[in-house]
């Protein structure tokens, strides 16, 4: 392998990081993050307390960002420590704040909204899902909930209607005259029965027309009502292991075109990351982002230019990437201590917004917006040992991002093995300093198949799985 080519990665965005929050117990999460008609961030954070008996309590934690610090506005407790829940949160066109809990168990399911801001916080009538199944009535909520183009809420619940055979229904409830309405949504064909949704996410376009995703017996599927009635397609079939998936999150662009992200199932191999987008022309399109080792991921977002980004947990805090012009996806570190429940945004300018909660269990936000007040960060974190690599699998150049803390400096090596474990391929092995590294490794010389990158500093060791097509 010739021609190794050191390069030095000028991302098209400066990321401006703030610690925004705290939590001193275990339990805490974001729930997620919406922008005001300002576009100014606001955070859903569900905060936990201890209660008596040893267990913890749950709460609503709102916090904005008004004229240039952090308001944190703490909600009563919603629920009893002994039942679960879910959130989910929009703004409406006035800049009031929806918050949307569900508490299962007890059956059946009840979403308790709260609407307002500071002082002037409404509790809306509850939403009983009459719809539910009285055996199961499993919800799927993750981030179903938005306005119309009327300003009229809306929420997308999932239903298991059998308690022997497992099918799914989905339901549409709007909130109209102080009340909440439910209709089913039509299925999918049959051929796609027999095995509850696992997950679902759901959107609006900019006609108002409803968007479905959702992970059912081993088929991505799609579903709208843009065509004036429900159509559902397989946009994807992956394998017929009906395991749970991890993850599946949507969103849409300025065309009406939907935009998607998931997971394959645990016991397919290689376990990956995939993207899906549809076209103008109707046509869907599949693309591996990379596989093994996931990490976590966001939902997708498409900015005004047609770039779809999203946030990963794979080496850190990282930001990915790809231009509609381009065939492979770019990747940039915006912390390196990585984290867990992330959330991300665009605004109408454009603008990038990230939260995630750290290892450390501090929310912190991010923003491209150097405009917003916070300051740019002047300084790097502390490296950390870490090897990511993009794209994978590839047919070109393997780009990778490695980092060497202090404490590892000195002799470095990076080779890749085959699968027998032979080294097939030295890349470096000499003194190298404490920081981060970007490198371009051509791939032109070697068979298809599957091999093993490893990164290795004085006793310690990271290892990537690397497809070459």
């Not at 869907?284 to 093994?292: E, S």
Request: charged content about 20%; some cysteine.
């Amino acid at each position: 392998m010739n021609g190794l080519l050191m390069l030095v990665f000028l991302s098209q965005w400066v990321w401006h990081v703030e610690h925004v929050y705290v939590d001193t117990t275990p339990l805490g999460t974001v729930q997620g993050l919406v922008l005001d008609s300002q576009c100014d961030p606001v955070i859903l954070y569900l905060d936990s307390y201890p209660v008596e008996g040893g267990s913890y309590g749950h709460r609503n934690v709102v916090i904005e960002w008004q004229e240039g610090s952090w308001r944190i506005d703490t909600l009563p407790p919603w629920v009893a420590p002994e039942e679960g829940g879910s959130q989910a949160c929009f703004m409406d066109t006035s800049d009031s704040l929806w918050i949307g809990s569900v508490d299962c168990p007890p059956y059946p399911p009840k979403y308790k909204f709260f609407h307002g801001w500071g002082d002037t916080w409404d509790t809306l009538p509850s939403l009983v899902d009459s719809l539910a199944n009285p055996y199961i009535g499993l919800i799927n909520w993750p981030q179903g909930a938005f306005l119309d183009f009327l300003g009229i809420p809306m929420i997308v619940t999932s239903d298991t209607i059998s308690d022997t055979l497992g099918f799914t229904k989905f339901g549409i409830y709007r909130f109209e005259g102080g009340a909440w309405q439910g209709e089913w949504i039509p299925q999918p064909d049959p051929i796609y029965y027999g095995s509850e949704a696992f997950y679902i996410d759901a959107d609006r376009d900019c006609n108002s027309n409803i968007h479905i995703v959702s992970l059912q017996w081993g088929y991505f599927l799609h579903g709208s009502n843009e065509s004036g009635s429900w159509e559902w397609v397989a946009a994807d079939s992956v394998t017929e292991d009906p395991l749970p998936w991890a993850s599946a999150s949507l969103c849409m662009d300025y065309k009406n075109q939907p935009h998607a992200l998931f997971r394959t199932s645990p016991s397919f191999e290689p376990d990956q990351l995939r993207y899906l987008f549809r076209d103008t022309l109707g046509q869907w399109h599949v693309d591996t982002i990379f596989t093994a080792s996931l990490g976590i991921w966001s939902n997708p977002v498409v900015d005004r230019d047609g770039v779809v980004h999203f946030i990963s947990t794979k080496g850190g805090i990282s930001h990915y990437y790809k231009n509609p012009s381009d065939t492979a996806w770019h990747n940039e570190i915006i912390d390196y201590l990585g984290g867990a429940y992330l959330h991300m945004a665009t605004d109408s300018l454009g603008f990038l917004h990230v939260v995630w909660f750290n290892n450390e269990r501090d929310v912190y936000y991010a923003t491209t917006n150097p405009d917003i007040g916070i300051p740019e960060s002047q300084h790097e974190p502390k490296p950390r040992l870490f090897l990511s690599v993009a794209p994978n699998p590839t047919r070109g150049a393997l780009k990778l991002k490695f980092g060497i803390p202090l404490e590892d400096e000195g002799l470095v090596s990076l080779k890749i093995y085959d699968v027998s474990g032979r080294v097939v391929q030295t890349i470096f092995s000499e003194e190298k300093p404490a920081g981060y590294y970007d490198l371009s490794i051509p791939t032109s010389s070697f068979s298809a198949g599957t091999y093993f990158l490893r990164l290795e500093a004085k006793n310690k060791a990271r290892t990537e799985k690397i497809i070459l097509r």
